[in-house]
Structure formats: C-alpha cells, structure tokens
C-alpha cells in the first residue's frame, strides 16, 4: 500500500510565502514522478508544479517565477517553496505521484494521491 502525505498549509497574507512538503512511502513501491495541483471550490483540479526523478520540472503559467519544486530522491519527499502568494493561489493543494520516472500533467497520469493540505492567501 502506498502512502502520500502532505503538510505545509496554512494561512499566509498576500505576499507571503509558504513550503510545501510531501512524503511517499510503501512497501516495494519505486517512487518516481512526483506533482502538486490544486482544486479550488467550484474549479476543476489543476496541475500546479511538477518534477521526474531526474529533477526536471514542468510549472504552470501562473505560478512561474514564484513557486519552485524540488526532491530529495533519498527521502521520497518533494517540496513546494510559494512565494510572493496571491489571493487566488488559494486552493486545496494535493500531492500526487506515480511509479513512471517521468511526469505527466493530466490527473488521470499519477495513481497515487494525499489527502491535501489547505492554503489560503488573504488580502
């Protein structure tokens, strides 16, 4: 069984800045791309950041220039530094991995998902 965990969230005025993290775990369970989207009420969920186990990264339009994705492979943990946060980064924000080394940008693309942790950006 795998298991993905979030943690990080918060409450955080506009301007700010918050790290996400998130841990993948499982017995003979390889970890490989891993990606962080975002629902927020009344929208679709969205990919956010995301990163293959040779550290290359794919970003979303709207978050480039202030969110950055990282990995340490040793520790199966991907982080999520957001800074310079606007209202609208406001969101569940959910972790998501797969067992391909490479990621994708569709949900369907990652099988493995955490329980999402809550960001909100004030004005």
């Known amino acids: 069984q795998v298991q993905v965990v979030e943690s990080g969230g918060g409450l955080v005025q506009a301007g700010g800045s918050l790290r996400l993290s998130c841990t993948a775990s499982?017995?003979?369970?390889?970890?490989?791309?891993m990606g962080w989207f975002r629902q927020a009420p009344g929208k679709e969920r969205e990919l956010v950041a995301a990163?293959?186990?040779?550290?290359?990264?794919f970003y979303a339009g709207s978050v480039k220039g202030r969110f950055t994705i990282s990995r340490d492979n040793d520790k199966n943990t991907v982080y999520l530094q957001m800074n310079s946060l606007k209202p609208e980064d406001t969101a569940m924000y959910y972790c998501?991995?797969?067992?391909?080394?490479?990621?994708?940008?569709?949900?369907?693309?990652?099988?493995?998902w955490g329980q999402g942790t809550q960001v909100t950006v004030s004005n």
């Open positions: 990163i293959s186990n040779n550290k290359g990264t």
């Open positions: 998501a991995t797969r067992r391909g080394p490479y990621y994708g940008v569709r949900p369907d693309d990652y099988g493995y």
């Open positions: 499982g017995s003979l369970f390889s970890v490989g791309a």
